[in-house]
């Protein structure tokens, strides 16, 4: 592989940094083979489920009611996404990506938050799978290899095809997409039409509890529940190859309603025929092992094999999907401003090299710590938080954008269910969560900031290539340093509370567990979500204001120092006013709108001095014209009074011309001239002696 950049004409994003445009190579069959990725995830976590793990227990033959009700919420935010993601059809890295639009006039952490919250919820399942793949390898092909060393093969092996670009990731994953999709659909069918399912067994469902009582049964069916968000809505895998989709607006829902389709055959039908024809125990072992009988009655003794190879095909996806999607999300965030630059790099065939790898390393450091339950469980807190929030993010567009163009426009009931389903992984995430321990619920929360560290370290880069100081002491840093230190303090005294609870009260324990995490997730909104809003306001305002003194407010004072001193020329100020949007109904929003209403009144001013400046021109030019006019009247006076003083001399010295000329009287009386000019002037032919007018 080649780590260069390829030239490219490059396209910016609204914060002004570079991108380059993808090349439009994939269809709708494609993106779907990816999404088999995440359509199948039922098939690794249907096991903790039914018998748990690490200690924790499962849910018994429930999960496959959970894992129905898990798949119902995410078919309810699968409109909303779509929408969502065709808003923006140039981007890749799916929902949680695409937010980073949505929420930059919030807060660009929240953005971040979103996105980096994403990946982390995808890396474990890169690693799972491939130790499932691996160990099913392991047992019938390949004993003397390691499993260890084997999965870590496959990770490498798949983030080679993804490092050659998004095309070959399409022409590996169909074929196997394929190949999966009919193993399952096998699975399904052949036991429905042999008649080995029993159908009061298939819909027979046991809940185990960790305590007795309702909220034993509350905290059993969220832990579940929770665990079941980690799969069920992962078919929005699909979404994340949009900006290299031929003609998005046509296959991008085809693929996404195709997936949740699919995703049906996974997390609803399976689980039930496997119920009713296996019984719950077999559920909670190894698949690869156990799926056997399904395929027998057509296959007969290749059964065992059909049912090996259906395991090891849906891991092979689970492992591609988060090397090709999320690794994406990574390179789009950081194109976007959000992530440290060097995450943004492509090579020639439009790969992220940077992020593809950091995703494998990631996976490979999972996978042999044996990606327990326990850490599935924590990255599983950010993945509800990726998904989660695109369905607010659509809600907020709905409000704030409602005539941007949306080429999939999803019903506006389906926006609603959209939020009622991100409610409901909140939910289990309060209830649910604290069943897999402390140590998993801190974790998770480490992996949620650790997006604003990387986001802290793309803006301090970005101030020293600007000239500044790395970190400005900003309010942002304030609020989120003590919220840290709140965390820290809830932590300690959450371990007192729980150290001197008695065990032989497990729903009080299980009661303050819950409330931490609620804190937890609190101290999260508290501590990064609204110090990044209200920092992000207050940075607008500033912004703005800067830019209003260096712009029109000291053009304006240059025009009136220029107006005062008579230069008419100079009195202009330009107008270039910025608008803070106003996303909040509190001080700081009443503060962006006066500061608003103040650059209104100072267009305004500038307008005003603007047409007096015209006025004072044409008043000038007037002046100037009348100015003009009365000069020439004056000298054309000057030249008449010139001329009739020139008249009057004349007159004078003819006058004493003629008085010098006068020779004398005649014996008639007549006067006789000697100067004959003297006579002409007075109208006498020069013949003439004796003057008579003629």
């Given at each position: 592989m080649s780590p260069p950049l390829a030239a490219a004409p490059l396209s910016f994003s609204q914060d002004g940094y570079p991108s380059r445009p993808h090349p439009r190579t994939v269809g709708w069959f494609g993106t779907t083979a990816v999404a088999m990725g995440g359509i199948n995830q039922s098939l690794f976590l249907i096991g903790a489920l039914f018998i748990g793990q690490d200690a924790i227990p499962g849910q018994g033959s429930a999960a496959v009611l959970l894992l129905a009700v898990g798949l119902i919420l995410s078919w309810m935010a699968t409109p909303g996404w779509t929408e969502l993601i065709l808003m923006y059809p140039n981007r890749v890295g799916g929902i949680a990506a695409t937010c980073a639009e949505a929420f930059r006039p919030y807060s660009p952490v929240l953005a971040n938050l979103t996105g980096v919250c994403y990946w982390w919820g995808w890396v474990p399942t890169c690693g799972l799978t491939a130790l499932l793949s691996a160990s099913a390898i392991h047992?019938?092909?390949?004993?003397?290899?390691?499993?260890?060393?084997?999965?870590?093969?496959?990770?490498?092996?798949?983030t080679v095809i993804n490092l050659c670009g998004v095309k070959w990731v399409m022409r590996f994953a169909m074929p196997i997409a394929t190949a999966s999709a009919l193993l399952a659909f096998l699975s399904a069918v052949i036991p429905i039409f042999s008649g080995e399912v029993n159908w009061q067994q298939a819909f027979t469902f046991h809940l185990t509890v960790p305590f007795s009582g309702f909220f034993g049964q509350v905290t059993s069916v969220m832990a579940g529940l929770y665990l079941v968000g980690f799969a069920a809505p992962a078919f929005e895998q699909a979404a994340c190859h949009v900006g290299e989709t031929i003609d998005p607006n046509k296959n991008v829902p085809r693929a996404m309603f195709v997936s949740a389709a699919l995703a049906s055959l996974y997390f609803m039908v399976l689980p039930v025929v496997w119920l009713g024809t296996l019984g719950p125990e077999p559920l909670g072992k190894e698949l690869a092992l156990e799926l056997g009988p399904t395929f027998a009655p057509l296959l007969g003794g290749a059964a065992k094999a059909a049912a090996i190879w259906f395991m090891i095909l849906n891991m092979f996806h689970g492992?591609?999907?988060?090397?090709?999607?999320?690794?994406?999300?990574?390179?789009?965030?950081?194109?976007?401003?959000?992530?440290?630059?060097?995450?943004?790099?492509?090579?020639?065939?439009?790969?992220?090299?940077?992020?593809?790898?950091?995703?494998?390393?990631?996976?490979?450091?999972?996978?042999?710590?044996?990606?327990?339950?326990?850490?599935?469980?924590?990255?599983?807190?950010?993945?509800?938080?990726?998904i989660s929030l695109p369905n607010v993010a659509v809600w907020l567009l709905r409000n704030d954008q409602p005539l941007m163009e949306r080429p999939y426009q999803a019903p506006w009931g389906t926006i609603t269910l959209g939020l009622i389903a991100a409610s409901a992984w909140l939910l289990t995430a309060i209830l649910g969560f604290q069943q897999f321990g402390l140590p998993t619920v801190m974790i998770g929360i480490a992996f949620a900031y650790s997006g604003a560290a990387l986001y802290a370290w793309r803006k301090w880069v970005d101030r020293r290539k600007a000239g500044l100081r790395g970190i400005a002491y900003s309010l942002h840093i304030k609020l989120t340093g003590a919220m840290l230190l709140v965390l820290v303090l809830d932590g300690a005294g959450y371990l007192l509370a729980v150290e001197n609870a008695?065990?032989?009260?497990?729903?009080?324990?299980?009661?303050?567990?819950?409330?931490?995490?609620?804190?937890?997730?609190?101290?999260?909104?508290?501590?990064?979500?609204?110090?990044?809003?209200?920092?992000?306001?207050a940075v607008e305002v500033s912004l703005a204001a800067e830019k209003l003194v260096k712009g029109t407010l000291a053009?304006?004072?240059?025009?009136?120092?220029?107006?005062?001193?008579?230069?008419?020329?100079a009195a202009n100020a330009r107008i270039d006013l910025t608008p803070v949007r106003v996303n909040s109904k509190?001080?700081?929003?009443?503060?962006?709108?006066?500061?608003?209403?103040?650059?209104?009144?100072?267009?305004?001013?500038?307008?005003?001095?603007?047409?007096?400046?015209?006025?004072?021109?044409?008043?000038?030019?007037?002046?100037t014209e009348i100015n003009g006019r009365l000069r020439v009247e004056l000298a054309e006076?000057?030249?008449?009074?010139?001329?009739?003083?020139?008249?009057?001399?004349?007159?004078?010295?003819?006058?004493?011309?003629?008085?010098?000329?006068?020779?004398?009287?005649?014996?008639?009386?007549?006067?006789?001239?000697?100067?004959?000019?003297?006579?002409?002037?007075?109208?006498?032919?020069?013949?003439e002696l004796i003057g008579s007018p003629r």
């Open positions: 047992q019938w092909y390949l004993p003397w290899l390691p499993v260890p060393v084997l999965a870590c093969g496959i990770v490498l092996g798949f492992t591609l999907a988060p090397l090709a999607g999320a690794a994406r999300t990574l390179a789009q965030l950081a194109e976007d401003g959000l992530l440290p630059e060097f995450m943004a790099l492509r090579n020639k065939e439009d790969a992220p090299w940077v992020t593809t790898l950091i995703t494998a390393f990631m996976a490979i450091a999972f996978l042999l710590n044996g990606d327990p339950i326990w850490l599935i469980a924590a990255a599983n807190l950010t993945y509800l938080i990726g008695t065990d032989a009260n497990p729903s009080l324990i299980t009661a303050l567990e819950d409330i931490f995490v609620a804190v937890a997730l609190l101290t999260i909104s508290v501590g990064l979500i609204l110090p990044g809003m209200i920092a992000h306001s053009d304006f004072t240059r025009a009136m120092r220029a107006l005062a001193a008579g230069d008419l020329a509190d001080e700081v929003g009443e503060m962006a709108m006066n500061f608003n209403r103040l650059q209104e009144e100072i267009g305004r001013a500038a307008i005003g001095l603007q047409g007096a400046r015209e006025g004072l021109s044409e008043a000038r030019n007037e002046l006076r000057r030249q008449a009074e010139e001329a009739l003083r020139r008249l009057r001399d004349q007159h004078a010295m003819i006058l004493n011309s003629i008085n010098e000329g006068v020779h004398g009287i005649d014996r008639e009386g007549q006067i006789i001239f000697e100067n004959p000019a003297a006579l002409k002037m007075l109208g006498y032919e020069n013949s």
